[in-house]
């Protein structure tokens, strides 16, 4: 197999071509073709010696994707992404447009292992993770197919970043260095499940990155009912973990909380909720959770919401309701892959 070279850092790229023969630049030259001019191929490359892209070309291969499929909300500027990578895998990514920029969603995984009820994407099992250059490919050809500058992503696409923890990391230096796309690691949210494992090692890394968890409950019974992560790593180990996580790097954990109705919505729950997360250097950001055709869960009313929302502020919890973009591309986790869209239904 040939190295990917575009989930290379600029350190390793630089002993790879010092190993090659060439001076320390020339590194810096091809690092700049993949991350900041972003060419899918080494003939671009203008730069170098036909010499040396004739050798690239055999020890190296620079993997990209292909847009399968792209849909374009109409309420809003929401567009979902088919991908199509070089084995033939489907993954999907969205870019969203806020005030303060375009935000991209991208996955980690093909597929996902954590099997979490309300969500699709792991609906057909997992796959295989994906590699640094596969979750930057996304980032970098979306920008490019939309003619935009992408400021924000959001690690919320298909999969479990923290089950695929050093391609991830792998990812967030190079989408963050000044060579490259140069985002601020602050513009990056990483959500999970609640992989406590991988909440202590990122810890220590000690990113400006926003840590989201998947909290989706306020105690184990319900908790449990519909992530099965929960069975290894409860409710009090998790928020352990995210309480320590707080302050350690002094960044404010954002839950995430899908109000699912007659599950997880009721008063009670906001108050268990509230009590839990007391003290804590939080957000809550409550989601109406989406309809996934293969599972009957239904969104909360938005009385239910405001009523919830009321109790947790009462409590000193700051919390917001996410708004719903892309609802008529089923822009939300996993929905293109299983290839059921409501545009797609229509033509
Ligand atoms: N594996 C990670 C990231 C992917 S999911 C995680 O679990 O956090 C991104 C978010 O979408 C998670 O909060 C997930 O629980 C939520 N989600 C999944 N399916 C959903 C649905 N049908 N409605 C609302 N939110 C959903």
Redo the contacts with the bound molecule.
């Keep these: 197999m040939p190295e990917d070279i575009k989930s290379m850092t600029l350190e390793e790229l630089t002993e790879e071509i010092e190993r090659l023969g060439e001076k320390r630049f020339v590194a810096k030259q091809i690092f700049s073709w993949l991350h900041d001019k972003r060419v899918s191929s080494f003939d671009e490359m203008t730069d170098i010696s036909k010499d040396l892209r004739r050798k690239l070309k055999n020890f190296f291969k620079i993997y990209d994707c292909t847009i399968e499929k792209k849909l374009c909300s109409v309420y809003d500027d929401t567009v979902k992404y088919l991908y199509r990578l070089h084995d033939g895998e489907l993954i999907e990514s969205v870019v969203m447009q806020y005030k303060y920029g375009y935000t991209i969603c991208v996955s980690s995984q093909v597929g996902?292992k954590?099997g979490?009820k309300?969500?699709?994407?792991g609906i057909a099992g997992f796959v295989r993770n994906l590699t640094a250059s596969e979750i930057l490919s996304q980032v970098y050809k979306s920008a490019a197919d939309l003619g935009i500058r992408i400021s924000h992503v959001v690690?919320?696409?298909v999969?479990?970043?923290l089950d695929n923890f050093d391609n991830v990391m792998r990812f967030l230096r190079l989408v963050t260095d000044e060579k490259g796309m140069n985002l601020s690691m602050r513009n990056i949210s990483l959500?999970?499940?609640g992989v406590v494992s991988g909440i202590n090692r990122l810890k220590e890394k000690k990113l400006q990155l926003t840590l989201?968890v998947?909290l989706?409950a306020p105690n184990d019974e319900i908790r449990s009912r519909t992530m099965p992560v929960n069975n290894k790593w409860g409710i009090d180990e998790l928020l352990r973990a995210c309480k320590s996580y707080a302050k350690a790097t002094s960044r404010r954990i954002s839950f995430?909380y899908?109000m699912i109705d007659g599950v997880n919505d009721s008063d009670e729950c906001a108050k268990e909720l509230a009590c839990r997360l007391a003290g804590m250097l939080c957000h809550v950001n409550l989601?109406p959770?989406?309809s996934?055709k293969e599972r009957d869960y239904k969104r909360s009313s938005d009385k239910r919401m405001k009523s919830f929302i009321a109790i947790l502020e009462k409590k000193g919890i700051t919390a917001t309701v996410r708004r719903t973009l892309g609802s008529d591309i089923n822009a939300?986790?996993g929905q293109l892959r299983r290839g059921q869209t409501a545009v797609e239904r229509e033509v």
């Design positions: 996902c954590m979490c309300f969500c699709a994407s690690m919320m696409g999969g479990e970043p959500s999970t499940c989201s998947s989706h995430e899908a989601i959770v989406n996934v939300s986790c």
